[in-house]
């Protein structure tokens, strides 16, 4: 049985960070490509970030520069470092994951975490 569970969300003040963390069991995150997602108020669920596992990662526009994805192998864990957020970063925020980088890429992964609430705000 595949779990993904997300953690580290919280209350941020714009210009600030935090760093999701996602611990994976039934499957090896090394082996997957991974994918963070978000989904605000009043928005539809939208690719963030993944990392396929070869290595190779991919950003949306509005967190490139800003975001990180990477992953401890050891721990079986994938991460998304955000920095310099923005009120409009405020959103539920997912850890996703496949087999095939197409369906990650197509938000269709197989796999997803019941998500952790991430607010920017003064």
């Known amino acids: 049985q595949v779990q993904l569970v997300e953690s580290g969300g919280g209350l941020v003040q714009p210009g600030g960070s935090l760093r999701l963390s996602c611990v994976a069991s039934?499957?090896?995150?090394?082996?997957?490509?991974m994918g963070w997602y978000r989904q605000g108020p009043g928005n539809q669920r939208e690719l963030v970030a993944a990392?396929?596992?070869?290595?190779?990662?991919h950003y949306v526009g509005p967190v490139k520069g800003r975001f990180t994805i990477s992953r401890d192998n050891a721990k079986n864990t994938v991460y998304l470092q955000m920095n310099s957020l923005k009120p409009e970063d405020t959103a539920v925020y997912y850890c996703?994951?496949?087999?095939?980088?197409?369906?990650?890429?197509?938000?269709?992964?197989?796999?997803w975490g019941p998500g952790t609430q991430v607010t920017v705000s003064s």
């Open positions: 990392l396929t596992s070869t290595g190779n990662t």
């Open positions: 039934g499957i090896i995150v090394s082996s997957y490509t």
């Open positions: 996703a994951a496949d087999s095939l980088t197409t369906k990650v890429r197509g938000n269709t992964p197989a796999y």
